[in-house]
């Protein structure tokens, strides 16, 4: 059973909270509905349960609009779009503030998790196609790993492949990142020949220079 500390409340500010809430008031009443389809009483079960989570002036809003009018809990998609319209949560303003989102997503040694992220979001804002993705998460790419890929030849025509090659590289060799830029460094393929501090000469150290002994 889900509880308050499972979800974050929305106050009339937070737009990305209401839609995560909004959706579990769909999901938590699946079983409910399945076993006993009346839909009045699964609104006002979904509208009671979303209620629970509103506070401050959302919650405000809510108490006043019952209070006027008590059947406003018995249409969950009315009740939600009144929600929404009432705090400026657009559609154009969700999409933009996920555009934000995904244009700030760093890239990060926990792949799954980026993956996982980046994925919500693009499916969010219904970009579907494989070349966008692609070209998004090269842009994100440390120079690093860019390196690498165009070491090994990799380009990529779709984008679960893509994703799917990144993680299994990682995940076989956590450090590689590192790996990569310590072979970058022009000094890793050879050892630094030691120059002697009497004589100026590599390939021996003062101790053991000849010169003046």
Request: hydrophobic residues 40%; positive net charge; proline residues 4%.
């Amino acid at each position: 059973m889900s509880t308050a500390a499972d979800h974050p409340y929305f106050d009339g500010s937070n737009w990305q909270d209401l839609q995560r809430l909004v959706t579990a008031s769909r999901m938590k009443f699946l079983q409910t509905s399945a076993l006993d389809p009346d839909p009045y009483e699964e609104d006002s079960a979904k509208c009671a349960y979303l209620i629970s989570f509103l506070k401050g002036p959302a919650l405000d809003w809510a108490g006043a609009q019952y209070d006027a009018n008590a059947q406003v809990v018995n249409q969950f998609s009315v009740f939600v779009q009144n929600l929404r319209n009432t705090f400026g949560v657009s559609d154009e303003g969700l999409a933009a503030q996920r555009r934000g989102q995904l244009e700030g997503l760093k890239w990060q040694s926990d792949l799954p998790v980026f993956f996982a992220e980046f994925d919500r979001l693009t499916q969010l804002l219904q970009i579907n196609d494989d070349a966008a993705k692609i070209a998004m998460v090269r842009n994100k790419l440390p120079l690093q790993v860019q390196k690498l890929l165009a070491e090994q030849a990799l380009n990529f025509a779709h984008y679960g492949t893509m994703r799917e090659r990144l993680i299994t590289m990682w995940a076989l060799d956590p450090h590689r990142q590192s790996a990569v830029a310590s072979t970058a460094s022009p000094a890793s393929g050879s050892k630094k020949r030691p120059r002697c501090g009497k004589c100026g000469r590599k390939g021996h150290t003062a101790s053991d220079c000849r010169k003046g002994n």
